[in-house]
DNA sequence: TTGAAAGCGCTAACAT
DNA sequence: ATGTTAGCGCTTTCAA
């Protein structure tokens, strides 16, 4: 338990270094020296003091990871990408959870400020850029996941919120629908802006003019999502269709619409956005965005550690892929029912 | 980023040591010097080096937790209660996802060995007991949930399997049923053991005679709940309730059941375990047993790290926490409906 | 109350 | 190819 690399050395009958670099670089050992090493080491059950070694070294190999809240799979998804990847590329990753608290975001920046990782990557914190970019400024390895930042020195991957914003809202008008109501997540955050900017756009796209009272916000929590449909009816507003910016909201909008006896989806058509795990077991089942989390965190902590490396640098830092919409019984109608939305 | 405790006691005029005072304990200095140390610390943004400070002190203060997966809100309730409870106590949590292989687990285990984590908690992993026990034998500090361990050096918390499944037979003897399947998870985890033992001696509490062809095994997951329920009525058994060992497989259930065009409750009543989120949101909502998790791991936490500190010894190891049965749709007949079970 | 100095276990530059 | 040795940044005795 307590054996250290003298101990080794001394049973094998060589010098610390050369345990070291047996350790470590294999080469500039003689084969039979490694081996008469390796015997020892496996003797003796000598494992590498950690600490030691970080701080000889400078650096731990280990990437931390910030999440919003790990009780969704949102996250869960794009922290396996990341954790996978970097496990094949020698690094460890730490997660932390931040249960949606910026308090607890900022107390794990201190794993960055102390050297308990080398980098760090953030999953849509609310921390701010201007936080994040004064970190990268200050010679931190900083990277994000679904969000867009301004900087060369962070590495960004995101789906472009508005090209499927425009495709959700495009759906919903091929489906006859044009009383659309848009549930906006927390207002300051970028997926909120952009999921808005794309239902503008698209509205433009259709000749469907803006209404203002046609949005509502529901701060992406499921209890949002249920409070927020219930101010719309209060309002009497008449529409036949919600585009809420996330699952979680559209969960809430089922749950107020089984109150109020409001049928989805032949009175009101309901889409989510990120193809959360519930979404398909819940009746009926709910359309949504897919986006390809496992793939975002992988190929972000790749060029990361690229990076972190300095193997590689400013060429390709930016990287956006493509979500699809998964049409499901929320905003289709029954076949056999001949009536178009809004039929209360 | 790189100033270090000698800048900071430059600056400040005075020692490393008394620096290094500030820092921990505060008794010993005057509170002029404290506050001088104080401002040369913000002035030059200091923050002391964990790599150096772990080597020195031989302590990281830190737990690792490996949970079997992270993308289930059974580990990551049990997660936020150590983790909330441990950074309360000054510690700090590294999350480590197995995602189901052991070879995963086995990999992590070396945050212990090589002294990157004080201690190691482990949530129902598929490491064997005696795994666990020859750590804990080497002077590790170990720590498990859901599972009970004979050890004396060995913290654990788990709820009484046996007991709740007793419980759940009963509450659908009640409901008027005879003929219950029991579907088990893994076949060598401790859960599914006591578990069926629990199936067991309910039958027995109530004369029903056991029946080998009604015990299923469908590895805890969605797909093996799924086709266990495809292969019981292949074989023809007649049976009007099941009871699934944990939420995932009575998941499955309900989608064999959508298949083979069976109706829930009515012909047939299902109970999981462990008030997956997806249960109450699926339809009918589906009966389970609530484990309290996140007390779970808080206790555990509290428990651990007093042991860490040697502040107590073998007084309460084990904690044993209550589960409650919560009775959905699932398991109840439907209002209205006077047939008993088993009118297919 | 404060300072001087040793040393935690490792790696890497330099020497052989 | 291998050994010697300094030093990473901190804490903690011991001395003043």
Do not use: W
């Not at 201190?110 to 609310?126: K, M, Q, Y």
């Not at 927390?186 to 909120?192: G, I, L, M, T």
């Amino acid at each position: 338990m307590d054996t250290k690399i003298v101990d080794v050395a001394a049973k094998a009958g060589v010098s610390p270094a050369t345990v070291s670099r047996v350790l470590n670089r294999s080469n500039g050992v003689t084969e039979r020296t490694r081996l008469k090493v390796m015997k020892a080491i496996e003797e003796l059950g000598y494992h590498p003091n950690a600490a030691a070694k970080h701080l000889r070294s400078q650096r731990t190999k280990t990437i931390g990871v910030i999440a919003q809240d790990i009780n969704s799979t949102y996250f869960t998804e794009i922290i396996k990408g990341i954790e996978n990847m970097a496990y094949a590329q020698g690094y460890r990753v730490i997660i932390c959870d931040a249960e949606n608290h910026k308090e607890k975001e900022q107390e794990y920046l201190n794993l960055l400020l102390d050297r308990t990782i080398d980098g760090l990557i953030l999953i849509v914190p609310l921390i701010t850029d201007e936080e994040i970019i004064e970190l990268a400024d200050k010679g931190y390895f900083v990277a994000v996941v679904g969000r867009h930042i301004q900087h060369d020195r962070i590495p960004c991957v995101y789906t472009d919120n508005v090209k499927f914003s425009r495709e959700v809202v495009k759906h919903l008008v091929q489906q006859g629908h044009r009383d659309i109501v848009f549930l906006n997540g927390h207002p300051d955050a970028v997926d909120s802006f952009e999921r808005l900017e794309g239902y503008l756009k698209a509205l433009r796209d259709h000749q469907i003019p803006f209404r203002p009272e046609f949005v509502e916000n529901g701060h992406f929590s499921e209890n949002g999502g249920y409070e927020a449909l219930k101010r719309l009816v209060e309002k009497q507003l008449s529409f036949t269709a919600v585009f809420a910016a996330n699952d979680e909201m559209a969960l809430g909008v089922y749950r107020a619409c089984a109150e109020l006896g409001i049928r989805i989806p032949d009175q009101l058509a309901v889409i989510g956005v990120d193809n959360n795990r519930i979404s398909k077991y819940i009746q009926p089942t709910l359309s949504t965005v897919n986006q390809p989390k496992y793939t975002m965190g992988a190929i972000l902590v790749e060029k990361f550690i690229d990076q972190m490396n300095e193997n590689q640098f400013e060429n390709k830092r930016v990287f956006v892929v493509d979500s699809e919409l998964i049409v499901r019984e929320s905003s289709l109608f029954t076949v056999g029912k001949k009536s178009g939305p809004g039929n209360k």
